[in-house]
């Protein structure tokens, strides 16, 4: 018996392994993009920059306390003095340590009290604890659970004067006695301003100027409010813009005093105490996550944002009829904050690059000084003369801030859990939590 065989035509591959190598090229292609330096910049800005004063116009004196996200000036920048510029062998001396909970709000320090948002089963906290020994004060619960792509609230505190203001991730806002944790007043964003959920939860934390609570919800019409601080009415709204993840910050820029939004698909500036809208500067992300929180310099506003958005410096000018204008100076792919922001020091900026610690020049907007990648995705500060980093895996470093190179002056492990939230320096002290634990480090010379 003969079998008959079917023989391959002359000159064809088999197919599986060309489709194969045609996904893997377009794979390394697009990630050879991803990463590429690229940068596009408007030469004249770029001059204008060289010459430009980036000093803060209104940064006011420097505080020892950290009461609100990010610190005194929404900079994450702490005064250095009296700080050990090098750590022991094993790290800073632990003071003592609490049990937290689920969540990502950072903590805020003022008057010897500590506060911050955790999950604790089905309800989230207020918590209040003493900032010198970890003893709590008080606590607040009410129902309420977010669980997408981690679990708890994302906003942090804000002390200010006699009361703190806390919004949980499901849209509950409340202004609190800060020494006794008793009820001022209650907003359901949702319910009372008809807010949409965000797809990660609420995390704008909330900025108080004067009389006034200020915040972005994203509610059609009202996406940007100012609530009376002692009654919760809303006194003005404004904008249609979808709710962002990120925080607003209060600066003087281009001669007008201002409140800087980075919303769900622009950049912003509204009057404080009356809401008109001064200029406006579009940066689109996927998901509508720009997280960063806009870090003014001069007459100069950078942002920032992850899944490849990137970052831009951008610069605020009156034209001829005296109306502010947004020009955009650079545009690159060099500093992606997927969840954290930026610092900057002298005249470059250190962040996180997504997983990579980097180091730009703020005047240039490139190339890349260094970048550095044990600590995954982190956060950082500023303090004195010095960079805190806290990696996502709890690795705690202290890094010259040199564009020179990466240089680690002590590196020590404080936390087991997921470190997603910048730490907060006061007194002295170092705050670090986890998805579990509270940590208070002493960072004070001897």
Known sequence: MVFRTRKQRPGRAPLMPLLLMGAFLVLAGYEFWVNSDRQEQDDSEMGDLEKANLKLSDGGPASKDWPQWRGLHRDAVAPGDGLMTDWPEGGPPVLWTARGGEGFSSLAIADGRLFTLVQDDDDEVVLCLDAENGRRLWRFPYPSRFTRDGIGPRATPTIAGKHVFTLGARGHLYCLEAATGKKVWHRDLCADLGAPLPTWGFACSPLVDGDLALLHTGAPGKSVVALDRRTGYVQWKALDDPAGYSSPVLSTVAGERQVVFLTGTALVGLEPQKGRLLWRFPFETPHEANAATPLVRGDYIFVSAGYNQGCALVRLVKNRDGALEARQVYKNNLMRNHFSSSVVHGEHLYGFDEGYLTCLPFRKGRPRAWKEGKFHRGTLLVAGDQLIVLG????????EPTPDE????????????????VPALAQGRLYVRDDERIICLDLRKK
């Open 392 to 399: 996502e895996n709890g690795l705690l470093a202290l890094v």
């Open 406 to 421: 990466y240089r680690e002056k002590a590196m020590c492990k404080v936390a087991d859990g997921r470190c997603w939230t």
